[in-house]
């Protein structure tokens, strides 16, 4: 018994697992984002230009070492190594498309795989619009979808939009909810009494 080599078949069937789960929820984000129907805009929110933070470097960080590895000439890497690359590159799909935020005719998806995170038009109570740097933040205010009629749960969820579609997203936000109610902005008031 070779407890070196117990820790590395241990260390691979590790990474052979991670690289399973990254591709399955890869595959998922990927099936839920062609899933949305109708979508009016889109734009990413990650912290790295719009790209999440992370995963673009940890994929920049695996192809670095793949070219080290390959110029070298280092062959016993090769699988290790294209484990590495595979989840990295699953790992920013998913963080990629979860980031972006999604405005659709049936509503606001802020993550794609957080239900939690998306609302239906109908559902907006009431919203407020504060300035920020490089753009504005939404609050929507919004209820929880329940069967009981006589308890209603009030639910915030915040959204930052980019200078770029403010305009854009403003038109929008007329046309589906703009009759009921109007946008309070500029205001003097608490912006985090809202939780």
């Known amino acids: 018994m070779n407890i070196s080599t117990d820790i590395y078949s241990l260390f691979v069937l590790l990474l052979a697992m991670f690289t399973l ?5 890869a595959a998922y984000t990927a099936a839920n984002a062609i899933r949305l129907r109708n979508i009016r805009m889109s734009w990413k929110s990650g912290k790295l230009k719009g790209y999440p933070l992370f995963s673009t470097l940890f994929l920049g960080f695996t192809a670095f070492v793949a070219y080290a590895v390959y110029y070298y000439e280092i062959n016993q890497f090769y699988t290790l190594l294209g484990c590495y690359s595979w989840m990295g590159v699953c790992w920013f799909l998913s963080s990629y ?3 972006k935020s999604y405005i659709t005719d049936h509503g ?21 619009e504060k300035p920020a740097s490089k753009g504005s933040e939404y609050v929507f205010i919004y209820h929880e979808p329940s069967e009981r009629v006589t308890r209603t749960t009030l639910i915030r969820l915040e959204l930052f939009v980019p200078d770029r579609n403010i305009h854009k997203f403003n038109k929008i936000i007329d046309l589906k909810i ?18």
Request: glycine content about 4%.
């Open 21 to 25: 789960g990254a591709t399955f929820l």
């Open 97 to 99: 498309f979860t980031n």
């Open 108 to 128: 606001i998806v802020k993550n794609i795989n957080d239900p939690s995170q998306t609302i239906a038009w109908h559902q907006i109570s009431d919203y407020v």
């Open 178 to 195: 703009g009759k009921t109610m109007t946008p309070v902005a500029d205001s003097s008031f608490d912006f985090k009494a809202f939780e």
